[in-house]
């Protein structure tokens, strides 16, 4: 979806130019990944539960990652953490289910961040719908960090799309949410939500759109990774 | 990350078994251990880690596995497991997996799997049974049905003989009598035509009066069926006999690959018990009879890989010993000419008890109506000698203890056969119990069962309640043990070297060969066969009926248990031998083989408390 030289040189201008270490650290981690077939490249599904869809009003209550390492999930290193938030969870308790006794050993916004970039240095994001999810956490690492980042993604509803229109000419009301999108490849219904295991639930829908398209052997790692704009 | 977090897989874990029946707690450490993977049909087959193998639990999607002919040997849907195999036997993987639907597929580590099976008795007996079902299902589908699952390119001619359009038929005639084919196939730029046989040559050449000259296109069959390599046999024979023909062109995109008749399919089927027999006795020289012989170890091979109980492969086995012998027999008596008397020919050992392997030494004798004179006397020297030549040239070793109807001593008359016997009875040592151990199991395989029955009535009326003679046999079957040490571990024999393993053979089979023997002896029970003698004890009420059975199932799994493993070292290009390794087994038949033992050891104490109390 881009072009990996170019991907490469932003992301090298962007650790020369930024001051904080962390981000160059992180920045640096990323820049041998573009090249890679999928197969060798290390991925990290995320999923938040937010109190709202406005990243600039509302906060992130839990973050689930899982790594994709060589084509499969590796359940131990599934991580989940619950974040404390200002305030209460309102109205959102009834879309995620997670209510305010739940956050009582959670972190800080501060604490997620620094652990979310720790977690998932080096591994490119995959999220389903990602540039909301990606918004949402560049907001916060700006707001806990004092500056912004460039987080590189896979979005695996953006491939869906692709797929679809080209599979079928029109998209559908709802037909690329991930659900209806995991239907389409046989794979199982997750009765339970929360973010651990819709990021498990996308990680397995990516596998499953890979092997469609050709499989992670095949497929570079460049010709899927998207940017924020 | 909290035990509850991966709750839709620790859900799919205890709705499916043997995941079921694990605590929660080891249900949730499972979960956390499981690696999610993707299986697309493009792949077409599951690649192993060989390093680290793992147990497969198919989330979704649907897969087959195929043993390395590829043969069918299980299909797994939602909530099977495959790849258990190589983690219970600790085997490379030798079967392929092809991936039929696209589908999700959790891996478990060994360690965990290890874990589990430690935790629960149940969950590593599903296992244990489902390798064992497994293993069965391979032999069963590789062999059970030769017909149904093999394939003609085994079968086939791959160098037809062939012949360009625009040939004579006086040419094909001679192509076919000089390469001994009934048909030709028939190519115009190298591109099957047709076919001519010998029934076109008969048909539409001679009862047309056409003569040697006329082109083979013209009275050739055009266009005739053809059938692919990789068609199975089955379907082939299905072919012929619907459109009545015998040949068929084996061809794939136009170019032909073979020839199959109905006698290459015939043939193959020859290795089948009644077929082998019947060929047995058509023979009519006894080279021809050797020849013959030849598909004893294949005939063996295919009972042993179509898991048929090894009562009855000692019995089939035996019937074709005997047929052989017998056929020997007849073919040398017509060298020899009309026997100058009635005789017997005896088979001892396990020809006698019918439960022979292919390729055991020679046990016999001959049994003569009276005394021989000089002429009868050297008829069965040279009917002996013939005999016992043609069984050792048709795979059956001259028996190196001279048990064998060439040697004189065994070769005698009623009454000193008798003699014999009273001589073992009344003075049982060491050497005697020795002979008397073989030529106690004995049977006619030629000649008046009167005669046989003369014989076998006395010797049973000496044994019957001989209390001496029989505390001696049992004192003489006590020898040997079951190969169980302390805390029934199994005690392995060395050669210096190398561990060879378990003797099942004399550490198994014949200490309860022995055990029957004693007690069929002290009944005068004339049954030889070790399941026959234990079914007629049950019906005396001489042994107890819940003993019996056990000692009949432990003869019967340690002799299956012998052959299957002797199954195995043949496929394998190993020494086939009567020892065991005891890794080699899965943890459920080293469970049974030591209850098999188990059970030998009681029979044998009840052996030692019932004949040998007073001495």
Request: hydrophobic share 45%; with cysteine; charged share 20%.
């Amino acid at each position: 979806m881009v072009n990996h030289l170019w991907l490469k040189g932003r992301l090298w201008f962007d650790s020369l130019v930024t001051k904080n270490s962390l981000y160059q650290d992180y920045l640096n981690a990323l820049t041998s990944q573009f090249n890679l077939p999928i197969a060798q490249t290390k991925l990290m599904a995320v999923d938040l539960e937010m109190t709202g869809l406005d990243p600039k009003l509302d906060q992130i209550i839990s973050i689930g990652l899982i790594p994709i390492y060589q084509g499969s999930l590796p359940l131990n290193q599934a991580r989940h953490v619950m974040i404390g938030i200002e305030g209460s969870v309102g109205h959102s308790a009834t879309v995620h289910g997670i209510v305010d006794n739940q956050l009582a050993d959670a972190l800080t916004i501060e604490q997620a961040m620094a652990w979310f970039l720790k977690q998932t240095q080096g591994h490119i994001l995959v999220a389903h719908h990602a540039p909301l999810d990606i918004a949402f956490l560049q907001n916060n690492l700006a707001s806990v960090f004092g500056q912004a980042v460039m987080l590189p993604f896979i979005d695996t509803l953006a491939i869906e799309r692709k797929r679809y229109l080209h599979q079928h000419g029109q998209l559908i009301e709802g037909c690329l949410r991930l659900g209806q999108s995991r239907e389409r490849y046989h794979l199982p219904i997750y009765a339970a939500h929360n973010a651990l295991i819709d990021a498990i639930a996308c990680a397995e829908l990516l596998l499953a759109q890979l092997s469609a398209m050709g499989g992670i052997n095949t497929i570079k790692c460049h010709e899927l990774v998207n940017v924020a704009k | 990350m909290n035990a509850s977090e991966l709750q839709p897989i620790e859900q799919f874990l205890q709705t499916h078994a043997p995941f079921d029946i694990l605590t929660p707690e080891l249900i949730a450490q499972c979960a956390r251990e499981i690696n999610i993977g993707y299986y697309s049909k493009a792949q077409a087959f599951v690649e192993f880690d060989s390093v680290n193998p793992k147990l497969y639990l198919v989330r979704s999607g649907a897969f087959e596995v195929r043993d390395p002919h590829g043969v069918l040997v299980d299909r797994v849907a939602e909530g099977e497991c495959f790849g258990f195999s190589t983690l219970l036997s600790g085997e490379k993987v030798v079967n392929k997996v092809a991936i039929l639907e696209d589908g999700l597929v959790y891996h478990i580590p060994q360690t965990i799997f290890s874990t589990l099976r430690a935790s629960s008795r149940q969950f590593d007996t599903f296992f244990t049974r489902a390798f064992a079902q497994r293993l069965r299902n391979e032999q069963k589908f590789k062999a059970k049905d030769l017909t149904t699952t093999s394939r003609i390119t085994s079968m086939m001619s791959s160098n037809p003989i062939c012949l360009e359009a625009n040939a004579i038929v006086k040419q094909a005639a001679k192509l076919m009598r000089d390469n001994r084919v009934s048909s030709v196939l028939v190519q115009r730029n190298k591109q099957l035509v047709g076919i001519l046989t010998d029934r076109d040559l008969r048909n539409r050449v001679l009862a047309e009066g056409l003569d040697g000259e006329t082109l083979v296109e013209k009275v050739m069959t055009h266009h005739p069926k053809t059938v692919l390599p990789n068609a199975l046999v089955f379907e082939t024979m299905l072919m012929m006999s619907e459109h009545n023909i015998h040949h068929l062109p084996v061809v794939e995109d136009g170019q032909t690959k073979g020839m199959i008749t109905s006698t290459d399919i015939l043939r193959s089927q020859s290795s089948q018990p009644l077929l082998l027999i019947g060929e047995i006795d058509r023979q009519d020289t006894i080279e021809k009879l050797i020849h013959v012989s030849k598909q004893i170890p294949l005939l063996l091979q295919n009972l042993i890989s179509a898991d048929a109980r090894a009562e009855e492969i000692g019995r089939i086995l035996t019937s074709v010993t005997d047929a052989l012998t017998r056929r020997l027999i007849v073919l040398n008596q017509q060298l020899l000419g009309k026997p100058p008397m009635a005789f017997c020919w005896l088979a001892f050992g396990s020809q006698g008890r019918q439960d022979q392997v292919a390729c055991s030494d020679q046990d016999n004798g001959i049994l003569l109506a009276h005394e021989p004179d000089e002429y009868a006397a050297a008829y069965f020297e040279k009917l002996s000698h013939a005999v016992c030549k043609g069984l050792d040239q048709c795979g059956y070793v001259y028996c190196p203890g001279d048990i064998m109807a060439q040697n004189p001593k065994w070769r005698v008359s009623l009454s000193q056969w008798q003699k014999l016997f009273e001589k073992w009875i009344v003075s049982p040592d060491p050497k005697a119990l020795m002979h008397a151990s073989i030529f106690f199991d004995m049977r006619a395989v030629f000649g008046p069962q009167s005669l046989f029955d003369e014989l076998q009535d006395s010797v049973l009326s000496r044994t019957k309640d001989n209390d001496i003679f029989l505390a001696g046999m049992a004192g003489n079957s006590l020898q040997q043990s079951p190969p169980l040490g302390f805390f029934r571990k199994f005690v392995l024999e060395r050669d210096g070297t190398e561990v060879k393993g378990m003797d099942l053979k004399h550490k198994g089979s014949a200490l309860i060969n022995d055990i029957a023997r004693v007690y069929a002896l002290s009944a005068g029970i004339k049954e030889v066969n070790t399941a026959k003698r234990i079914r007629a004890l049950i019906d005396r009420n001489i042994m107890n009926r819940k003993d019996a059975l056990n000692l009949a199932d432990a003869h019967e799994f340690i002799a299956h248990m012998r052959l299957a493993n002797q199954g195995y070292q043949a496929t394998n290009n190993l020494s086939v031998s009567n020892f065991l390794k005891p890794q080699d087994l899965s943890s459920l038949l080293r469970h049974q083989l030591r209850d098999a033992f188990k059970v030998v050891h009681d029979a044998q104490s009840g052996l030692k408390l019932k004949f040998m109390r007073s001495f």
